[in-house]
């Protein structure tokens, strides 16, 4: 690894325990952190006027999730998808798509 390399595996491993301690911090001090994605479901189903499987024109969506996780885990399901983004496009991509001689 070059200098540039290390400092910015250095910054995000930094900034990934600030934000882990600062989870944990808020966590032990009581506070509700469960994000707002249920008052977003909440409201889009109020709007829309039916259930959360029905759309405005009465056209039922299909849900067939192949991976169904829990509310507790899916932090970790949304950390390791982008983990696994980051590593595709951050690392593997340039390299795949790389030209002769570019390095």
């Not at 600062?22 to 008052?39: C, H, I, P, Q, V």
């Not at 039922?60 to 507790?72: C, D, G, N, T, V």
Request: net charge negative.
């Amino acid at each position: 690894m070059d200098r540039f390399e290390k400092i910015a595996v250095t910054m995000a491993i930094v900034a990934l325990a600030v934000y882990v301690g600062l989870a944990f911090w808020g966590m032990s001090m009581g506070y509700e952190l469960g994000g707002t994605d249920a008052t977003v479901e909440k409201n889009a189903v109020d709007a829309s006027g039916g259930s959360a499987f029905e759309s405005p024109n009465s056209v039922i969506f299909i849900y067939l999730p192949f991976l169904e996780l829990s509310e507790e885990y899916e932090p970790l399901g949304f950390t390791i998808v982008g983990i696994a983004a980051g590593l595709c496009f951050g690392y593997i991509w340039p390299r795949v798509f790389k030209e002769d001689g570019s390095g």
